[in-house]
């Protein structure tokens, strides 16, 4: 059953006797709506506008530790970094060969629109969401990508694959197979 321990009365938005407290302002903590309470606001923001966080040192951290780490990769490593740097976009996204998360290029992500445009590196010059296969994480306390069971490219994605056959060589149209 329902709460009986106080009346009407005693709660004081509901209260009859509390009319007068519907009409103080803002400045001495009325929580009641009231005629008054219709001028125009002049205390500090309540709503900011949304800035879009920069996922660039998670990105610096995954070509560091993961995608390009190790002496054998440090020369391809260092020149990512430089153009990292010189990156303004402020979501970027790596482009895996496949699920063993072999590092093929950087992406700019753009949350309006849901472009995809190569930074630098191997692939394609623009990705799709038809071409995408999976989705991935980066952890930095474990230093590895998870793939992510999402369908749909966001702002929280730090890397991508796109299907297997959009990495074959195409061939010249003159030359034919048969079936």
Not at 151 to 171: E, G, P, Y
Request: aromatic content about 8%; glycine content about 6%; proline content about 4%.
């Amino acid at each position: 059953m329902g709460c009986t321990r106080g009346s009407v009365e005693s709660f004081p938005l509901l209260s009859m006797n509390s009319s007068r407290n519907m009409e103080r302002d803002w400045e001495n903590g009325s929580t009641a709506s009231s005629i008054t309470s219709t001028v125009e606001y002049n205390g500090p923001k309540l709503f900011k506008e949304c800035v879009s966080k920069s996922n660039k040192p998670i990105i610096h951290n995954a070509i560091t530790h993961c995608c390009l780490a190790g002496k054998v990769n440090e020369a391809q490593k260092n020149t990512i970094l430089e153009e990292l740097e010189r990156c303004e976009a402020n979501h970027l996204m790596i482009l895996f060969r496949d699920g063993s998360c072999q590092f093929r290029a950087i992406y700019s992500f753009s949350p309006d629109t849901e472009e995809i445009v190569k930074f630098t590196g191997m692939g394609p010059r623009s990705i799709s969401r038809k071409m995408i296969d999976k989705l991935y994480k980066y952890s930095s306390d474990r230093k590895q990508f998870n793939c992510i069971p999402a369908k749909t490219v966001s702002v929280s994605v730090d890397a991508l694959t796109i299907h297997n056959h959009l990495w074959q060589i195409k061939r010249p149209s003159g030359s034919s197979r048969k079936k």
